[in-house]
T-cell receptor, first 114, second 117 residues
Framework: AAGVIQSPRHLIKEKRETATLKCYPI?????VYWYQQGPGQDPQFLIS???????DKGSIPDRFSAQQFSDYHSELNMSSLELGDSALYFC?????????????FGEGSRLTVL | AQKITQTQPGMFVQEKEAVTLDCTYD???????LFWYKQPSSGEMIFLIY??????QNATEGRYSLNFQKARKSANLVISASQLGDSAMYFC??????????????FGAGTRLAVHP
């Protein structure tokens, strides 16, 4: 079965550079979530989209932006990268934003900022 | 505010024994979902089991079962017959609807499980 696809899986950037992470949800899933997991931390919610509209915003820095496109894939853009942005970034998708709905996670994109 | 608490930073278990990982949650919502995820050292987040707030039966998935005690607001994960491959970080998570009418998932701090031969 198709799963959530994230790219790239690994990314190394210098401070002050820009990075873009991509997420392709499971087909027919209309809701996408982005989470950031720092070393030794639990995943923290960044932002979510439902039907291409932002549905919620968490602890996402102003330097970050995201959007969901017409084909439901999503991109997380990170500018002016800082050392503290080094983390594992997860994308998850679900079919309809139901509280009892399962979120399917991608394998994550590991960003290292040097 | 919604919150997930996992009080065990680390747990050890002997291979083939059962282990219980604790999770308590705090919410005033009536409708919510409880999840357990496994995160091995490779980093991916693997779904294990789900319990809905209206489900009266405890969820089971193979060697995993969720001990759901609604009045106590606890959702402990029980792993029976532990295997070496069960060594990983385990996250308890809760899904709920917030004011915008959309779904959000929050995580506990996690419990690192080590299975010894």
């Amino acid at each position: 079965a198709a799963g959530v696809i994230q790219s790239p899986r690994h990314l190394i950037k210098e401070k002050r550079e820009t990075a873009t992470l991509k997420c392709y949800p499971i087909p027919r899933h209309d809701t996408v979530y982005w989470y950031q997991q720092g070393p030794g931390q639990d995943p923290q919610f960044l932002i979510s989209f439902y039907e291409k509209m932002q549905s919620d915003k968490g602890s996402i820095p102003d330097r970050f932006s995201a959007q969901q496109f017409s084909d439901y894939h999503s991109e997380l853009n990170m500018s002016s990268l800082e050392l503290g942005d080094s983390a594992l970034y997860f994308c998850a998708s679900s079919l309809e934003p139901e509280p009892t709905g399962e979120l399917f996670f991608g394998e994550g994109s590991r960003l290292t900022v040097l | 505010a919604q919150k997930i608490t996992q009080t065990q930073p680390g747990m050890f278990v002997q291979e083939k024994e059962a282990v219980t990982l604790d999770c308590t949650y705090d919410t005033s919502d009536q409708s919510y979902g409880l999840f357990w995820y496994k995160q091995p050292s490779s980093g991916e987040m693997i779904f294990l089991i789900y319990q809905g707030s209206y489900d009266e039966q405890n969820a089971t998935e193979g060697r995993y079962s969720l001990n759901f005690q609604k009045a106590r607001k606890s959702a402990n994960l029980v792993i029976s017959a532990s295997q070496l491959g069960d060594s990983a970080m385990y996250f308890c998570a809760m899904s709920f609807m917030f004011s915008g009418g959309y779904n959000k998932l929050i995580f506990g701090a996690g419990t690192r499980l080590a299975v010894h031969p």
